[in-house]
């Protein structure tokens, strides 16, 4: 069985029940997520050896975090136990022309302040055949960026496959923080998860802005020799009404794919989106699948993942599978 190692934070979620404002609310929902955890969710969820590291105070908060990934079968071997904190995230879930809101209380989290060296990542990496992370573990803190740099470069030295999500978060750090991070950082990726603006603003390239997916998604490769470069594509008609869809461009081939579209309304929960898109293309890719098949899969989990509360992407194989082979009909299974 193939073996994926994700790296990043995992954080506990509190969020007022149903659509209620913070003002309103009188209790809190408790979930965990992150964007890698929810990756490592997702591969293990389709039947992967996933692996999720991270650190993680040592008191009964943290041991809920671990109890939350390993209900989700992914394995915690390799995650680290010491600091005083873990990272919490308030949502606050919005509908219709109301958007979303996010207010984050990780400052000193126990991962933000681990050190690279707590990490063997010469252990870690034993067997694995892929290495996930993403834009917001570096993010975190300047320690953080380290650990992500070294952990990049030990997965390079045994020839792993490294994806990399850029997902900017402008709550964590400036454009010009993330750009002077970020392009030491991608020469190591395989597989970029990021889009145009991502091109130009983070890695610093020179996009014409009338340029054509295809041609934007060959200037990433050629400047940072990407196998393959996926974005999603998402239409924000409102909270509660988005279209979505995705392409991917292999430098192989020279071949630009694209998926079909879903409209998806009303949403349940679009926290985690990304990172379920991100899990299911890994999952294709590592399957097998063609280019066009493991996109399609990845979207039909991500559209999935709206209609289900919290970070994690609770669907199985077989219902991702009939919703990318065009099930879409939402009738009562019996």
């Not at 990021?194 to 041609?215: E, F, H, R, T, Y």
């Not at 990845?298 to 993942?305: C, M, Q, R």
Request: hydrophobic fraction near 40%; glycine fraction near 8%; include cysteine.
């Amino acid at each position: 069985m193939k073996k994926i190692v994700t790296l990043g934070e995992i954080m506990l979620r509190l969020t007022p029940p149903g659509n209620k404002r913070f003002l309103q609310a009188e209790s809190l929902d408790v979930t965990f997520g992150g964007g890698e955890a929810n990756v490592a969710v997702s591969l293990a969820g389709y039947g992967y050896n996933a692996e999720f590291v991270t650190k993680l105070p040592p008191n009964p908060i943290g041991d809920c975090a671990v109890a939350a990934l390993r209900k989700m079968n992914v394995k915690t071997d390799n995650i680290i136990r010491g600091g005083d904190r873990i990272g919490i995230y308030f949502l606050e879930s919005g509908s219709a022309m109301r958007p979303s809101n996010v207010v984050y209380d990780r400052a000193n989290s126990a991962i933000s302040t681990a050190k690279a060296e707590e990490f063997d990542f010469d252990r870690i990496f034993d067997g694995a055949d892929w290495f996930h992370i993403s834009g917001i573990t570096p993010a975190i803190s300047k320690s953080a960026a380290e650990i992500t740099e070294k952990a990049l470069i030990a997965a390079k030295q045994k020839n792993i496959t490294i994806s990399f999500d850029i997902n900017f978060r402008s709550k964590l750090w400036t454009v010009d923080e993330a750009a002077k991070t970020m392009k030491k950082l991608v020469p190591y990726v395989d597989v970029c998860f990021g889009n145009k603006w991502d091109a130009k603003n983070i890695m610093g390239l020179d996009i014409p802005d009338d340029a054509s997916v295809k041609d934007a998604c060959k200037i990433m490769s050629d400047a940072f020799g990407f196998k393959y470069i996926i974005s999603s594509m998402r239409e924000s008609r409102s909270a509660s009404d988005n279209g979505w869809s995705a392409c991917i461009y292999s430098a192989e081939t020279d071949e630009l794919y694209t998926s079909k579209k879903y409209n998806i309304s009303p949403i349940v929960d679009r926290v985690g989106a990304g990172d379920s898109f991100a899990g299911g293309v890994i999952c294709g890719l590592l399957d097998g699948k063609s280019f066009q098949d493991a996109l399609e899969f990845g979207v039909a989990a991500s559209a999935l993942k709206h209609t289900i509360p919290g970070d994690f992407n609770n669907v199985t194989r077989a219902e991702t599978e009939a919703l990318a082979g065009g099930d879409a009909s939402g009738r009562v299974r019996r």
